[in-house]
């Protein structure tokens, strides 16, 4: 399957949260396009910063290039992530309808939650089997420091938004928290926000692959499953969850969407 070479799509990389899953760009073009500047990113900066949607990639080349994969690659989700935020796609819904007519495999999302208080990003998001959330602090300071919004974004309106869309949504929630020796101090009251939004799972995460940031030790993450047990939310931690080995068609593609997933 190596040496295949797409514009859209990536992978398939083995999730610890997911199984094999073939990541889907709607933001390919040149630069990444993102709406926060999270100093932990394995992509680095944004060539692009801001909260903007439009079009970059048409859902018949989307069709197409799924349409292409050899038989034989096993996929468990077809994953909307890539070279920034994924819901600054405009028209997301369209390619979640176009990856759904060219596979059987259920699809995902993964936002890092900033558009989450825009209706059509709701209806958007809603035709997902899986949407995955990041919250990463639990007070405006901590988020500035972690996340780095584009201008205009609060936690407060991330948070309302996610339980706003919690009411509405039929698949599977997920949270998906980083944690970095930003926020490290802050598990106990993350934890009390997710319990009010109420996920199906809670994915606790630290940089495995590098970026600008080291990650919490395998015990500082214990510590933090911990609070998060008590507080009798289901919780995965990227330490503890099985890893499997992979070998995507187009390395250089899966490295620029995906980081540097080899080291």
């Known amino acids: 399957m190596s040496g295949l070479t797409f514009k859209h799509i990536y992978g398939p990389v083995y999730s610890w949260r997911m199984g094999m899953s073939l990541g889907i760009d709607p933001l390919s073009h040149s630069g990444k396009y993102c709406s926060f500047a999270c100093p932990y990113c394995q992509l680095g900066a944004a060539q692009e910063y801001g909260i903007e949607r439009r079009n ?49 495999n259920k699809v995902a999302v993964i936002t890092n939650s900033a558009t989450i208080t825009q ?4 209806s958007d998001l809603a035709l997902a089997d899986l949407v995955l ?16 919004p584009a201008p205009g974004i609060t936690l407060a309106k991330i948070v309302e938004g996610i339980k706003a869309f919690r009411k509405i949504y039929k698949g599977k929630l997920a949270l998906q ?31 495995l692959r590098p970026s600008a ?15 998060f047990v008590a507080s009798g939310l289901p919780v995965l931690s990227v330490y503890e969850e099985e890893k499997k080995e992979y070998k995507p068609f187009d390395a250089a593609a899966t490295v620029r969407r995906h980081g540097r997933y080899n080291e």
């Open 56 to 104: 970059f990639i048409l859902p018949a080349d989307l069709t197409a290039e799924i349409l292409s994969l050899p038989a034989d690659c096993r996929i468990d989700y077809l994953t909307f992530s890539g070279n920034g935020e994924p819901t600054l796609a405009a028209n997301l819904a369209d390619l979640i309808k176009a990856a759904r007519q060219a596979s059987p």
């Open 119 to 122: 209706k059509d990003v709701q």
């Open 133 to 148: 959330f990041k919250l990463d602090a639990a007070d405006e300071a901590v988020f500035q420091q972690v996340n780095r």
């Open 177 to 207: 928290m980083m944690f970095v020796s930003y926020n490290q101090s802050s598990a106990t009251q993350m934890a009390q926000i997710a319990r009010d939004i109420a996920p199906d799972e809670v994915h606790l995460n630290t940089p």
């Open 213 to 227: 940031l080291p990650p919490l030790s395998v015990g500082e993450m214990s510590a933090i499953k911990r609070i």
